[in-house]
């Protein structure tokens, strides 16, 4: 099992520019999130998705949208980049409280 | 107010002392208390779960819970440079889960 994986690994975009980042769980889990972490901020949570078919707003949502394709995969996109959006982005799936984390996307903002 | 402060630090201890960790915590309604460690680079890996205030040990590590004070603790005996990583308390109701800022402590060989 690959567990939660993420792509891309590394990411710099222009300011104003749009991007989707992936993420796919092979674990059967029913929910699924969408983290930033910045220094001294610890994981905040951008989206999440208890279920397939639902998504709700976390603690930092704007400029950004999610799509719950199916059970397995959760993206997240960015419409316009903004240099406020550089960060490391975690995406995790849930099971009974654990959270699975996938190995991150380091995005830049120029 | 955050829902979950931690404190960053630094934190710096000589190899085999142990190791201090702490979270103190504001919403009454989380049900669950876990500790999560991060190397660097790495996604978090969950170390130490608990649901009820007391104690419970895995290892060389200790989780402490107590709902009154609301306040988390992990400690690590006997510590190692590789526990050199960063430690994420984390506390969840129902779908979400908030985490702490995180704190890494430096074990000296």
């Known amino acids: 099992n690959a567990g939660v994986t993420q792509t891309p690994k590394f990411q710099v975009l222009k300011t104003g520019q749009s991007m989707t980042l992936q993420c796919a769980q092979d674990?059967?889990?029913?929910?699924m999130y969408w983290y930033r972490q910045d220094p001294g901020m610890g994981l905040r949570l951008i989206y999440y998705?208890?279920?397939?078919?639902?998504?709700d707003k976390g603690e930092v949502p704007n400029g950004y949208n999610v799509s719950r394709l199916n059970k397995r995969e959760f993206s997240l996109r960015l419409e316009s980049a903004a240099p406020s959006q550089t960060s490391v982005y975690f995406c995790?799936?849930?099971?009974?409280?654990?959270?699975?984390f996938g190995p991150g996307t380091r995005l830049t903002v120029l | 107010q955050k829902e979950v402060e931690q404190d960053p630090g630094p934190l710096s201890v000589p190899e085999g002392a142990i190791v201090s960790l702490n979270c103190t915590y504001s919403?009454?309604?989380?049900?669950?208390f876990m500790w999560y460690r991060q190397y660097s680079r790495k996604g978090p890996e969950l170390l130490m779960y608990?649901?009820?205030?007391g104690n419970k040990e895995d290892g060389r590590f200790t989780a402490q819970v107590d709902k009154s004070s609301k306040y988390i603790s992990l400690f690590i005996r006997d510590s190692q440079p590789s526990d050199s990583a960063t430690y994420l308390c984390?506390?969840?109701?129902?779908?979400?889960?908030?985490f702490g800022a995180g704190t890494r402590p430096f074990v000296k060989a």
């Open positions: 995790a799936s849930n099971l009974y409280n654990e959270q699975f």
């Open positions: 608990t649901y009820s205030s």
């Open positions: 919403n009454s309604a989380f049900q669950y």
């Open positions: 984390a506390m969840s109701v129902g779908f979400k889960t908030i």
């Open positions: 674990m059967n889990h029913n929910s």
């Open positions: 998705s208890a279920s397939e078919g639902t998504t």
